[in-house]
């Protein structure tokens, strides 16, 4: 029987140059971005769930910078578009960097 929640990586890039992955988080909206990924259960969220007062287009360009920087990877889930924060590459990458930004933003 086929899988009720099908889940279909549609984007993801290399984790970039520090210098990129600082430049994409340096925006405050897409560094809104990154903290709503950051808190979901498993580092996915719908897109519309991801910003409030930007339009589409705004937040697709936003979308985009995370994404080529490697920071996430666009799935579609159940037709429905979604990021996914790429925690785990990026600590590969560079250790300690998205959890330290995560836990000042909390603090």
Same mark, same amino acid.
């Given at each position: 029987?086929?899988?009720?929640?099908?889940?279909?990586?549609?984007?993801?890039?290399?984790?970039? !140059?520090?210098?990129?992955?600082?430049?994409?988080?340096?925006? !405050?909206? @897409?560094?809104?971005?990154? @903290?709503?990924?950051?808190?979901? !259960?498993?580092?996915?969220?719908?897109? %519309?769930?991801? +910003?409030?007062?930007?339009?589409? %287009?705004?937040?697709?360009?936003?979308?985009?910078?995370?994404?080529?920087?490697?920071?996430?990877? @666009?799935? %579609?889930?159940?037709?429905?578009?979604?990021? @996914?924060?790429?925690?785990?590459?990026?600590?590969?990458? +560079? !250790?300690?960097?998205?959890?330290?930004?995560?836990?000042?933003?909390?603090?």
């Amino acid at each position: 029987m086929p899988d009720t929640t099908p889940e279909e990586l549609v984007a993801v890039a290399e984790v970039g !140059p520090v210098q990129e992955v600082l430049q994409a988080i340096a925006d !405050p909206v @897409r560094l809104e971005m990154v @903290r709503r990924l950051a808190a979901a !259960p498993d580092l996915t969220v719908r897109c %519309s769930a991801l +910003y409030d007062d930007i339009g589409k %287009s705004t937040a697709s360009h936003h979308f985009k910078v995370l994404r080529e920087s490697g920071l996430t990877e @666009r799935l %579609s889930i159940e037709g429905q578009p979604h990021q @996914r924060l790429r925690l785990s590459a990026v600590g590969e990458r +560079y !250790p300690g960097l998205l959890d330290t930004v995560i836990q000042a933003l909390d603090d």
